[in-house]
């Protein structure tokens, strides 16, 4: 599997919203439990400085953590789960580029047609969605930790144009960009759109 382009704020932020969408591309160990979790686990969250992510199950078990017996890190559920982290990781590492199902396809190495269909089955959307969702949470994560423009930090999330990052931001989030970076940050800075 390849690593993914994550920064551990935004794995942190992704196990204490209990992504389910980041479940086998990253492991979470917790050093004062000597566990690791799947990011979507909903046991007790640990203290940020307790937490090491693991790209590799293994990698976490070498280093002496043990799986967690609520989410079961070490159990595959699906026969197509394999290809869905092997296209998942590819939606988190190319999320800033135009993406179309067919490329999308074929780096899997299958149809556009079944991908689509074991990728809902697997997940409950379809590749584009989980792709938007991908994006808004890397331009939220922007919005609050840098000073980039809306316009920016739609581009640098992936969005091709402003006013799609705009209508799905606001259909994910409930808000706009500038309400949004406003809400987490506490301030009324004032962006340029």
Not at 135 to 161: C, M, P, W
Not at 174 to 190: L, Q, V
Request: proline share 4%.
């Amino acid at each position: 599997m390849s690593a993914i382009n994550l920064t551990f704020e935004e794995m942190w932020e992704k196990i204490m919203a209990c992504d389910r969408k980041y479940d086998g591309l990253f492991f979470t160990a917790v050093k004062t439990t000597k566990i690791y979790c799947r990011p979507s686990c909903r046991s007790r969250k640990p203290k940020k400085v307790n937490v090491e992510f693991y790209v590799e199950r293994h990698e976490a078990e070498e280093a002496g953590y043990r799986a967690c017996k609520r989410c079961q890190p070490e159990l595959e559920h699906s026969p197509n789960i394999e290809v869905v982290r092997r296209v998942t990781a590819y939606l988190v590492n190319h999320a800033n580029k135009p993406l179309e199902l067919k490329d999308i396809a074929y780096h899997a190495g299958l149809s556009p047609y079944y991908l689509e269909r074991v990728f809902k089955q697997e997940t409950e959307e379809t590749p584009r969605t989980y792709l938007e969702k991908i994006r808004v949470d890397k331009a939220a994560h922007l919005l609050v930790t840098t000073g980039l423009t809306n316009l920016e930090i739609g581009y640098e999330a992936g969005f091709q144009s402003s006013s799609n990052f705009y209508k799905v931001f606001k259909q994910l989030k409930g808000c706009s960009p500038s309400e949004y970076r406003r809400r987490m940050t506490g301030g009324a800075e004032n962006e340029l759109d």
